[in-house]
């Protein structure tokens, strides 16, 4: 069984920061990519950014120069460093990781959300 739990979201004013974390728990052979998306009041979910298990990394054009997404492969762990917030971001944010648990094609496993709210 692996679990992915989100943490770190809130309520912060227009240009604030946060930093969100996704811990990867359970039987684990192997990570490779991990991501965030997020879900916006009356949206779609929508791809924010990930990153491969060396380090690549891909974003979305509504958040570059804006958020930065880095991992730590001892601790099974992706972050996403939010700042220059704007009331546009509020959404829920999902992790995202496709995840081998033995020798065998990897799986994708999704976070249970985290809700970030930007406002004055």
């Known amino acids: 069984q692996v679990q992915l739990v989100e943490s770190g979201g809130g309520l912060v004013q227009p240009g604030g920061s946060l930093r969100l974390s996704c811990a990867a728990s359970?039987?684990?052979?192997?990570?490779?990519?991990m991501g965030w998306y997020r879900q916006g009041p009356g949206k779609e979910r929508e791809l924010v950014a990930t990153?491969?298990?060396?380090?690549?990394?891909n974003y979305a054009d509504s958040v570059k120069d804006r958020f930065t997404i880095s991992r730590d492969n001892a601790k099974n762990t992706v972050y996403l460093q939010m700042n220059s917030l704007k009331p546009e971001d509020t959404a829920v944010y999902y992790c995202?990781?496709?995840?081998?648990?033995?020798?065998?094609?990897?799986?994708?496993?999704w976070g249970q959300g985290t809700q970030v709210t930007v406002s004055s």
């Open positions: 995202n990781a496709a995840i081998r648990t033995g020798y065998s094609w990897p799986n994708t496993y």
């Open positions: 359970g039987s684990i052979f192997s990570i490779n990519a």
């Open positions: 990153i491969t298990s060396g380090g690549g990394t």
